[in-house]
């Protein structure tokens, strides 16, 4: 299993350094760091695979895509 390393820089936007996004919009911008990832990795056709297969059929998926639903769409 590959490892997906996400680094997402915020600029500081107030006096104390502190980042005030909402929590919301980190977990938007996550989702689509890794959706873009997965849609532009070497093998599509693998992410296709479990979409369509593994998606039904395999348990480690299967709770991936009830988390996560908008996945199967990527």
Do not use: C
């Not at 890794?34 to 599509?44: F, N, R």
């Amino acid at each position: 299993m590959h490892k997906i390393n996400i680094a997402i820089q915020y600029p500081n936007n107030n006096s104390m350094g502190y980042l005030t996004k909402p929590i919301k919009e980190i977990q938007t911008d996550i989702r689509d760091s890794i959706s873009g990832y997965i849609k532009s990795y070497q093998h599509p056709s693998v992410w296709q695979s479990i979409k369509l297969i593994q998606s039904n059929t395999h348990t480690q998926w299967m709770a991936l895509f009830q988390k996560v639903p908008e996945a199967l769409t990527w």
